[in-house]
């Protein structure tokens, strides 16, 4: 693992403990597999011409459920988040997580994104992330083109948000590896592009 994350490059691993140890979690998980049908579905309906032709008109059939994360109320606090305060017995979380949880909550992460950052979390503290900024950062390219200096200062100033509530977000980040995750960088971008919709 680097001395710093891609997110925080200047950000250099001290042999301090963290403080306020669990954080934000990343994927969800796996949709169901799909059951095989007799008869293949009908095609989708073309849309209205109406639609189609009017700048700005949205087709709602194609577009209703692209981001089920938009149909989702922000939490109230963090007992929305019940299910994450219990931590499985391989894993040993500091006494950071009420507030790490709060923080979430207040920041406005819904529960399917938090589901995400939670997993990501477990999975890193049981064996955390090796991979390097310069590594995150080749594959963060591969996803994101000429865009992912403004998509990593997107993820970065979302983070700074929930740093604002939890200090310990950032150095949760570098000591589990999280901050060079580029799957878990993705699931940030994705949870702070939605928040802005």
């Known amino acids: 693992m680097s001395a710093a994350s891609i997110l925080y490059p200047t950000m250099a691993q001290s042999g301090a403990p963290v403080v306020d140890a669990p954080a934000l979690p990343e994927s969800v998980a796996a949709p169901a597999p799909a059951v095989a049908s007799p008869t293949p579905p009908a095609p989708a309906p073309a849309p209205s011409s109406a639609a189609a032709s009017t700048p700005g ?24 988040y ?10 040993t979380v500091g006494d950071g997580l009420p507030r790490a949880l709060e923080a979430a909550a207040k920041s406005g992460i819904g529960m399917t994104a938090m589901s995400g950052f939670w997993n990501a979390y477990l999975d890193a503290e049981r064996s955390p992330i090796q991979t390097t900024s310069d590594a995150a950062r080749a594959a963060l390219s591969q996803t994101y083109g000429a865009k992912v200096d403004a998509k990593l200062a997107t993820a970065a100033q979302f983070i700074d948000d929930v740093a604002a509530r939890w200090p310990g977000v950032k150095a949760m980040l570098i000591r589990t590896g999280l901050g060079n995750d580029p799957a878990f960088i993705r699931q940030i971008v994705a949870c702070a592009e939605q928040r802005r919709r």
């Not at 008109?57 to 929305?80: C, K």
């Not at 019940?82 to 894993?91: G, K, N, Q």
């Open 57 to 80: 008109v949205v087709d709602e059939r194609r577009n209703f459920f692209s981001d089920v994360r938009a149909l989702e109320p922000p939490p109230t606090s963090a007992l929305d």
């Open 82 to 91: 019940a299910a994450m305060r219990r931590v499985p017995d391989d894993v």
